[in-house]
Nanobody, 121 residues
Framework: QVQLVESGGGLVQAGGSLRLSCTVS????????MGWYRQGPGNQRDLVAY???????NYVDAVKGRFTVSRDSAKNTVYLQMNSLKPEDTAVYYC???????????????WGRGTQVTVSS
C-alpha cells in the first residue's frame, strides 16, 4: 500500500511564503513524476507543478516565477516552495505521484489527502 503524507499548509498573508512537503511511503519500486495539484472552493482539481525523475520541472502559468517544485528522490519527498502568495492561491493542495510497485508493474497515480493553504488579503 502506498501513502502520501503532506505537511506545511496554513494561513499566511498576501505576499508571504509557505513550503509544502510530501513524503511517499509503502510498496514503491520507482517513482516517475511527483507534483502538486490544487482545488479551490467550487473549482476542479488543477495541476500546479510537477518534477520528473530526471529533475525536469513544469509549472502552470499562474505560479511561474513564484513557486518552485523540487524533489529528494532518496527520501521519496517532493516540495513546493510558494513565494509571493496571493489570495487566489487559496486552495487545498494535493500531492501526487506516478509510480509503480514492482520492477515489471504498471505505473499508477497516487494522491495525498490534501493540505489547506489560505492566503489572506
Amino acid at each position: 500500500q502506498v501513502q502520501l503524507v503532506e505537511s506545511g499548509g496554513g494561513l499566511v498573508q498576501a505576499g508571504g511564503s509557505l513550503r509544502l512537503s510530501c513524503t511517499v511511503s509503502g510498496s514503491i519500486f520507482r517513482i516517475n513524476t511527483m507534483g502538486w495539484y490544487r482545488q479551490g472552493p467550487g473549482n476542479q482539481r488543477d495541476l500546479v507543478a510537477y518534477v520528473t525523475s530526471i529533475g525536469t520541472s513544469n509549472y502552470v502559468d499562474a505560479v511561474k516565477g513564484r513557486f518552485t517544485v523540487s524533489r529528494d528522490s532518496a527520501k521519496n519527498t517532493v516540495y513546493l516552495q510558494m513565494n509571493s502568495l496571493k489570495p487566489e492561491d487559496t486552495a487545498v493542495y494535493y500531492c501526487h505521484c506516478n509510480a509503480r510497485g514492482s520492477r515489471y508493474g504498471q505505473y499508477d497515480d497516487y494522491w495525498g489527502r490534501g493540505t489547506q493553504v489560505t492566503v489572506s488579503s
